[in-house]
């Protein structure tokens, strides 16, 4: 059974730093391509950064240059090392694993983690 376990958030005043992981299991792991999300009060869930299985990247407009998202397969595990925090990221960080199989994509969810950036 395929679990996303994410870690890594709390409190940080602005212009400060964190990371965020992401323990995939269940899946196999080198395969997938991997994104983060985040979902902050009264709005949708936006894509934050994505990666795919061969490494390629992107990333919402309003986090370029701030945020980088990495994997190490080695260690089932996917981060967003996120600098330069702004008041407008704070929200609920989600992690999310999709395959593809015969054609037809599944996708995975973490539980999310808070990231709270105080100005």
């Known amino acids: 059974q395929a679990q996303l376990v994410e870690s890594g958030g709390g409190l940080v005043q602005a212009g400060g730093s964190l990371r965020l992981s992401c323990v995939v299991s269940?899946?196999?792991?080198?395969?997938?391509?991997m994104g983060w999300y985040r979902q902050a009060p009264g709005k949708e869930r936006e894509l934050v950064a994505a990666?795919?299985?061969?490494?390629?990247?992107n990333y919402a407009d309003s986090v370029k240059g701030r945020f980088t998202i990495s994997r190490d397969n080695a260690k089932n595990t996917v981060y967003l090392q996120m600098n330069s925090l702004r008041s407008e990221d704070t929200a609920v960080y989600y992690c999310?694993?999709?395959?593809?199989?015969?054609?037809?994509?599944?996708?995975?969810w973490g539980q999310g983690t808070q990231v709270t950036v105080s100005s």
């Open positions: 999310n694993a999709v395959r593809t199989i015969g054609g037809v994509p599944f996708g995975y």
């Open positions: 269940g899946l196999m792991f080198s395969i997938n391509n």
């Open positions: 990666i795919t299985s061969g490494g390629s990247t």
